[in-house]
């Protein structure tokens, strides 16, 4: 059975940071490229960071970038999200994703972890 667990989420102010972290079982972790998504209430979820398989590329929202952080352990089957000069905009649930080609197949979520951003 795949598992995705996140943690690391908090309150935190505005400026601060936080590192997420989604532990990963039941699957080959190396195989799969992960991102984090996020989604605030109201709003649609979307796409924060992404890094591949190997962890030689990573991909972030306009959002995020020079903030944000995305890197993988794959000795530990985790992959983890650096957030550092933290906006109240960031607030949101914050979820982790694995996939690998044929998507239809591979495509795992984690239950979300809750980030506030609030003075």
């Known amino acids: 059975q795949v598992r995705l667990v996140e943690s690391g989420g908090g309150l935190v102010q505005p400026g601060g940071s936080l590192r997420l972290s989604c532990a990963c079982s039941?699957?080959?972790?190396?195989?799969?490229?992960m991102s984090w998504y996020r989604q605030a209430p109201g709003k649609e979820r979307e796409l924060v960071a992404t890094?591949?398989?190997?962890?030689?590329?990573?991909n972030y929202a306009d959002s995020v970038k020079d903030r944000f952080i995305i890197f993988r352990d794959n000795a530990k089957n985790t992959v983890y999200l650096q957030m550092n000069g933290l906006k109240p905009e960031d607030t949101a649930l914050y979820y982790c994703?694995?996939?690998?080609?044929?998507?239809?197949?591979?495509?795992?979520w984690g239950q979300g972890t809750q980030v506030t951003i609030s003075s």
């Open positions: 039941g699957l080959i972790f190396s195989t799969y490229s």
């Open positions: 994703n694995a996939q690998r080609t044929p998507v239809r197949l591979f495509n795992y």
């Open positions: 890094i591949t398989s190997s962890g030689d590329s990573t």
